[in-house]
């Protein structure tokens, strides 16, 4: 199993839904995990951050972490067409100060 | 704009070459990680300088190399060019008490012919 895997999409999604995106980790991540947005020929930026488990919400985004099941998604409500983007999962490897990132997953919100 | 800056934008080189990358951390912050990036994928981590020392390097062999200042600017070296090379280069600073939340620089496209 690869540290950190993201299904790679397209993600289709009609403006105004909720967005769900899901992030999968191995044993040997760790328990920090980071949501990074990036638009088509631009650099990741970070949106949101989750360290413990459950949820954590800033705005119109939710990041939810569990870890018995070694999954981190991130909810997107009221979806813009603004939100289209290639989103990045990322966690921190365990007794490593590096940061794994799965390959993203594409996401179209559909006006 | 996260304050990071990287020179140049983009950047074409011949197999063999060697290229020299530069990127300019957000103020205030001492660890800077490179990533590297290639088409569809997450970015790679490279290595990472804090307070000018290598801290960490994942799976990329010698000929990539690096250096960071002690104004927190660092650069990227590349040695003996590998058509595979070609990609986004991605700097990313941080703070050292931080050190995972990572604010991306706009990157540098190599192409390698």
């Known amino acids: 199993q690869k540290e950190v895997e993201q299904n790679s999409g397209p993600l289709s999604v009609p403006e105004g839904a909720i967005a769900s995106l899901n992030c999968t980790y191995s044993?040997?991540?760790?328990?920090?995990f980071f949501w990074y947005r990036q638009y088509s020929g631009k650099s990741p930026e970070l949106i949101m951050s989750?360290?413990?488990?459950g949820d954590k919400e800033d705005g119109r985004f939710t990041a939810q972490l569990n870890k018995a099941s070694q999954y981190v998604s991130l909810l997107i409500r009221d979806s813009q067409p603004s939100d289209s983007a290639t989103y990045l999962c990322?966690?921190?490897?365990?007794?490593?100060?590096?940061?794994?990132f799965g390959k993203g997953t594409r996401l179209h919100i559909l006006p | 704009e996260t304050g990071v800056t990287q020179s140049p934008t983009h950047l074409i080189k011949t197999r063999g070459q060697q290229v020299t990358l530069r990127c300019s951390s957000q103020?205030?912050?001492?660890?800077v990680s490179w990533y590297q990036q290639a088409l569809g994928q997450g970015p790679q981590f490279i290595f990472q300088?804090?307070?000018?020392?290598?801290?960490g390097r994942g799976n990329f062999p010698p000929r990539f190399s690096g250096l960071q200042f002690p104004n927190y600017s660092s650069e990227l070296n590349v040695n003996a060019l590998e058509l595979d090379d070609s990609a986004l280069y991605l700097c990313?600073?941080?703070?050292?008490?931080?050190?995972?939340?990572?604010?991306f620089g706009p990157g540098t496209r190599l192409t390698v012919t």
């Open positions: 990313a600073s941080s703070l050292g008490d931080n050190l995972y939340e990572q604010y």
């Open positions: 990322a966690g921190d490897m365990n007794r490593d100060d590096k940061i794994i």
């Open positions: 300088y804090y307070r000018e020392e290598e801290n």
């Open positions: 103020s205030g912050h001492n660890t």
């Open positions: 989750i360290y413990s488990n």
């Open positions: 044993d040997r991540v760790s328990q920090s």
